[in-house]
């Protein structure tokens, strides 16, 4: 996206007026001087802008053991899909402004990067089935150590060791193939050509479990979506009575959204470094941008860099199998007091971590459909909105 420094002085113009309509005071919609008609579309329009702040500062008040956990990644998707019904409502409500320039260019733009967003909503439904793959392997590997069965055997150990050694292999990024840990773990079956064989295998078959191509790129469907996205002109704004300023806002809420799932899920050819500058004359800037400083940092965390995905469940398991499968290469038998009490520490936390995504996948996933949906109806109204529905600019 195109730094807001070069739209001199188109962008000074916006802020000058832009902040008397949508400024960072409730109260400053009400003094704009116009009609009844005027004043109740700018009131919609300013109330838009009002509840999609509100949002997104009670997102960012959460604290870091909540940021990008199951539970905030449902809160998030349920404020893009609130934030998107009012818009939706905002359009109907203007649908005789969205034919003439420059909304007709703006809604078409729109519509376009709503339609590269259904691919990434296909993405990460994919990386949500992933996990649900990983918590098949969790589960041997607690049967194989959490049996009441003692002492523990060497039996046990082996299956738990190949159960974690599938689910490491299930979680490496295929972006970090290289990395450290996916090379450790690739090494169990180094001297054994059946095993490196399933190994190979294993990768193959992930390659091929996404609904979308090959060569597809989260990244650069991200940027994709990201590029010429700036804020309207003041002269655009008053063309269309300020609505042009509620479809930048809705874009750029689109792709906030995208990118914090793209950075929570596993998902094909991950990468977070989009042009993302976020014009400050928004009531809602403050917010997303606090929002999206914090979960890059995030990323560039080391624990983080070879990561399938910074849901907060995701570094749990990785933490606690890391652990695991150390213990696991280390055992001697008989095993001591320590190391048993070892392998019990991380088994419950492992469980932990298993438990919030047999409890919040599931509904996780019925967000990410929701909002797949949600922007296959505003398309199609859209499109009819613009009197075009043979539009192709998908």
């Known amino acids: 996206m195109p730094s807001t420094e070069n739209q001199s002085p188109s962008s000074s ?11 960072m005071r409730q109260d400053q919609v009400h003094s704009v001087e116009a009609s009844h008609e005027s004043d109740s579309c700018n009131l919609e329009l300013g109330s838009f802008q009002k509840r999609v702040t509100d949002r997104f500062n009670e997102l960012s008040g959460a604290g870091d053991d909540e940021l990008l956990s199951i539970d905030w990644m449902q809160k998030l998707l349920t404020a893009f899909i609130c934030c998107h019904d009012e818009f939706r409502a905002i359009l109907l409500n203007n649908k005789e402004q969205l034919s003439k320039p420059p909304m007709d260019r703006m809604t078409s733009e729109f519509i376009e990067r709503s339609v590269k967003a259904l691919d990434i909503c296909n993405a990460g439904r994919d990386g949500i089935e992933n996990i649900r793959g990983w918590q098949k392997q969790l589960e041997i590997v607690s049967c194989a150590l959490g049996s009441n069965k003692r002492p523990l055997t060497e039996g046990q150990f ?13 979680m490496i990024d295929e972006k970090e193939s290289g990395s450290v840990f996916s090379q450790r773990h690739r090494s169990f079956g180094r001297h054994n050509s059946s095993k490196d064989s399933h190994s190979s295998s294993t990768r193959h078959s992930r390659s091929h479990s996404w609904s979308v191509s090959r060569s597809w790129s989260a990244a650069k469907q991200l940027q994709s979506i990201a590029n010429n996205l700036v804020p309207p002109r003041a002269n655009e704004i008053a063309a269309n009575k300020g609505l042009s300023v509620s479809v930048y806002t809705m874009n750029c809420i689109l792709l906030f959204v995208l990118w914090t799932l793209v950075a929570a899920i596993p998902c094909q050819d991950r990468g977070l470094n989009i042009h993302f500058p976020i014009p400050k004359q928004f009531t809602w800037s403050t917010a997303v941008a606090s929002l999206y400083d914090r979960i890059l940092d995030e990323s560039k965390k080391k624990e983080h860099r070879n990561s399938s995905g910074l849901l907060k469940e995701i ?9 695991l499968t150390d213990l696991v290469d280390s055992a001697q038998f008989p095993l001591t007091e320590e190391h048993i009490m070892e392998v019990e520490q991380d088994l419950k936390e492992l469980k932990l971590a298993s438990e919030a995504f047999r409890v919040g996948l599931d509904p996780l996933e019925r967000h990410v459909r929701e909002v797949f949906r949600k922007i296959v109806d505003s398309r199609t109204e859209g499109l009819d909105s613009l009197g075009t529905s043979s539009y192709t600019g998908q």
Not at 13 to 23: I, N, V
């Open 315 to 323: 570094y749990q398991i990785e933490t606690a199998t890391r652990h």
């Open 158 to 170: 082996r299956r738990a060791r190949k159960a974690l050694m599938d689910l490491a292999l299930s």
């Open 13 to 23: 113009s916006f802020s000058s007026f832009g902040r008397s309509l949508f400024g």
